[in-house]
């Protein structure tokens, strides 16, 4: 009689780990990058004026992410099976949601060769399995950010319009780029350390002349880069970290 509840409880509790090692399965571990996607769809639709054709687009830049993530994977490693699961499951959303979206504002397609090329480079270093380089990512940093000016054309505003708000959140995903790579890959590397405070320097004092609601943002980044890669960080604290200050810049370019 006392046997049966021991059993119970062990077949409750098995399903999650399954659940955590599917959810690994599918869900990349770059707790900053998510940052990086919804950065610019906020600032894009708050500067432009939000349609409800940005609700698919988002959809599509969500999959097409994750997608995109996995296949880069497989021209990594080699081994398109591994992968072939992931793959699947997310190149469907992302070719129904874009095509939507790309039938509602064909304008987008103007964008096409610039993801192209930026996409090529990524392939290109994963070849080389040297994705953590930073030209690499720094192609990744305009991928992102051109989503500005893509929410714009889905609102039919100008792109120049949201010219500040480009340079914005560019200028801050490439310092963030060499922030965080004295915190994991460089970290102790004094000359990635020099170049980081020096690039947020300089951004402070381009924001600053700007707005005083920026120039105060970008100096709580300078100060992170300054003073956090003296601090035994995780990554995963690293990447919250930036998720925080993506809200600050969200909330200064409301208000700049």
Not at 56 to 85: D, E, I, M, N
Not at 206 to 231: D, I, K, M
């Amino acid at each position: 009689m006392t046997a049966q509840p021991r059993t119970t409880q062990s077949h409750t509790a098995a399903p999650a780990p399954v659940r955590r090692r599917t959810r690994r399965q599918f869900i990349p571990p770059q707790h900053g990058a998510w940052a990086m996607l919804l950065l610019p769809w906020l600032v894009g639709i708050l500067a432009a004026g939000p349609r409800w054709s940005h609700l698919p687009l988002l959809g599509a830049w969500l999959s097409g992410y994750l997608c995109s993530y996995y296949a880069l994977q497989a021209v990594k490693t080699g081994r398109v099976r591994r992968f072939r699961a992931q793959l699947l499951s997310y190149a469907t959303p992302t070719v129904l949601l874009g095509a939507l979206v790309l039938v509602l504002h064909p304008r987008l397609l103007w964008y096409a060769p610039g993801y192209a090329l930026l996409l090529a480079v990524n392939a290109w270093y994963a070849r080389r399995r040297d994705d953590r380089a930073l030209l690499n990512d720094l192609a990744s940093v305009v991928q992102s950010c051109l989503m500005v000016f893509v929410c714009a054309t889905v609102a039919g505003t100008p792109v120049e319009h949201l010219r500040t708000e480009f340079l914005a959140v560019t200028g801050y995903f490439t310092g963030t780029v060499l922030y965080v790579k004295t915190m994991i890959r460089e970290r102790g590397h004094r000359g990635y350390r020099r170049a980081s405070v020096a690039y947020h320097l300089g951004a402070f004092a381009v924001a600053t002349w700007h707005s005083l609601s920026l120039g105060a943002v970008f100096g709580l980044f300078l100060a992170r880069a300054w003073l956090l890669p003296t601090r035994p960080l995780t990554p995963k604290q690293v990447g919250l970290i930036e998720i925080a200050c993506s809200a600050l810049l969200l909330g200064a370019l409301i208000l700049a």
